[in-house]
């Protein structure tokens, strides 16, 4: 194998985060569906806090926590031809990330991040992609996240890498889930499926956790991960089904929680530490990120994390079937 130990594969965008102050707008809930709205009056011109502008997607977010974890990761994307597109390039550079598998065309995407009162509301421009012809360098792990409309073509390029030596870490975004049935056979080549809990009820109907993950494994998947939120994530492999608490930390903006939870975890169980280290890496990593404004400024290293887990001693690593 190539001495490339990950490779990340996905669409990369250019994030403006426009912090609300608090008294300019306001959260509905409905007492019947229990969903909330972040609502403004109509016409009216909404002054904003402070703005942040940064870099994010899923697949440029986990390529810079794997990096800082002491990996040498490369990223397959495309970006714009324009000046956003050179910006993430150079980001990605500086990062000491391998970006010789970046493709140039068109605009760069863009996600509008309204943070307001410690929960954030993306708004994403994406432009359909021509996946063919997007290049997966030889690699021992590939991890493969949101890409959009198009990523049927990334498919088998995802499949023939897994099937000759390369561990698939598979973590789908929106349009992978809304086209689940065509994606769901990659599970049979994952170490690793990562959803989160909506994620789940999409997928597996909107039953039971520990139901869902018995799903997944049966799919073929080695390890099923389930994220939820303040509840934390539960887990199943071939020894049982687990769960973790998640770490305390101030939420300022909740951006890239969930890329910094896999960057922990997947990075974890590539420097071959256990399932319960890992995600115990993944639920610090995510709680360091969620105290900064944007998805990836507060990724640790691999001696942060390894000091601050040390010290996590609240998080316990629960065996459901004993309890």
Known sequence: MANLDILTVGDSTVDNLFEIDTDKASILCSQRTKEKELCFNYGEKIPIKNITKGFGGSALNTAIGFGKLGLKTAISTIVGEDNDGQSIVNFLNQANIDTSSVLRDDETNMSVILVYNKERTVLSYHKQRN??????????????TSAGKGAEAIYPKITARATTGSKLFFNPGSWELQNFDFFAPLIKY????????????????NCPTQEQLIKIRKLGANIA?????AKGAFLEDETGQYHMGSYAGEVVDPTGAGDS????????LIHGLSLEESCRWGMVNSASVIEKIGANKGLLTYDQLSKLSSEATNLNFTNLKEN
């Open 261 to 268: 939870f896999s960057a922990g975890l997947v990075g974890g």
């Open 131 to 144: 996946y063919n012809t997007l290049n997966l360098p030889t690699c021992n792990n590939i991890y493969f």
């Open 190 to 205: 994952c170490e690793v499926l990562i959803l989160n809990k909506d994620e789940a009820d999409l997928c597996f109907d």
């Open 225 to 229: 991960v389930i994220t939820n939120g």
